[in-house]
C-alpha cells in the first residue's frame, strides 16, 4: 500500500539528511540532480548534460543515483538534493496524505514505461497469459514499474500474484544479476540492461512494457515547492536545458545519440548502448516537450488505483506546476 511507500521516504530522508552539501563559491549554480536509476532510458537528460546544454543555461549539475523513486524523494524531503527525477506516483501518495511539505512536478522527461521482458529462452511468439504458473522479477511496490507491469497482466487476462508470482525483494539495482543468476522464469528490466543480459545469452527480451503499457508520465522531474518558490530561475533554466535536449535528441539517429551520451555509460559496449537507443526512440519513449499533460496524470493515478495504492485521485494542480514547461516551449525554438 501507499502508506509503506511513504514510510520508506520519510525513514529515508532522515538518514539521507546528514549527507547535504553544497557550494556557494562554483561560478554556476550547482544543481543536485538525483535520477531514480542510471539508464538510457533518460537519454535526453544525459545529452543536456554532454551537449553543455545546463551548462550554457548557467547551470552546474550534479548527478546521483537514487536506486528507486522512495529513496528519490527522501532525497528532496531531506534537501540531499535539489531536483529529482522519478515517477509522479511519489508526490501523488505524498498529496494525499497532506504532508507540511509538498513535491511538485514541473517537467516531463519520459512519457512511457522503459522497461522490458526477458524470457530465459527466445519467444517469438510471446503471449502474456504465458507467463501463468511462472515467477517474474518484478519491482517495489507502490513504484510505477510494478504498477505498469500489474497493469498489462491484468489488461491481458492474467491477475497478478494469482496467476503468476511475482518476486519483489531483491533490490532494483540486482534483478539483472539476479536472473542471470537463475532466479525466475521472466524478468523486467530497463536498457542498458536488458541488451547487456541479451548478450550473455542469458535472457531473451519478448516484449516491452512501454509499448504494452501505452502513454503516461513515467519520469518527470520534481522538486519541493519551497524550492521552486526560491528557485524560479533554476527551475526554468533547468527546463529549458531538459527541453533543448528533447528537440536534440528528436532530431538525431540512435548512433548519433549513442556517441554523445557515451561518457555517462563508459562500461557499456558502444553497439549495446545503440541498440538500447534504438529500442526506445522506435518505441517513441521520450517526451517532445518537458509539459506534464492533466490526461497523462489521470491515467497513472487509475493505474496506481488499479494496483491498489491509492484510493483516490489527487488534483492536477496539487501536484503539478506547467509554468516552466509552457515558458521554455514559447522560447525555445524546435528548428
Known sequence: MAYIFLALIFLSSSVLLTGCNGSEEDALPRVRVSEVIHSVFYAPQYVALHKGFFEEEGLDVELAIAWGADRGAAALLSNSADIALFGPEAAVYIA???????????????????????AREPMPDFKWTDVKGKEIIGGRAGGVPQMVQEYVLYHNDVIPHEDVEIIQNIDLGATAQAFENGVGDFVQLFEPGASMVESTGSGHV??????????VPYTVYHATERYIDENPEIIQKFTNAIYRAQIWVDNHTPEEIAEVIRPSFAETDFDILVS????????????????????????????CILAGELDAKVNYEDIVTTKFAKEAIKNISID
Open 96 to 118: 494525499r496524505e497532506q504532508t507540511d511539505t509538498r513535491l511538485v512536478a514541473f517537467a516531463q522527461l519520459t512519457k512511457r514505461d522503459g522497461s522490458f521482458f526477458l
Open 206 to 215: 519478448v516484449a516491452s512494457f512501454g509499448e504494452a503499457g501505452g502513454e
Open 276 to 303: 538500447a537507443v534504438k529500442r526506445y526512440q522506435q518505441q517513441d519513449t521520450w517526451s517532445k516537450d518537458p509539459l506534464l499533460r492533466e490526461d497523462a496524470l489521470d491515467k497513472l493515478q487509475e493505474i
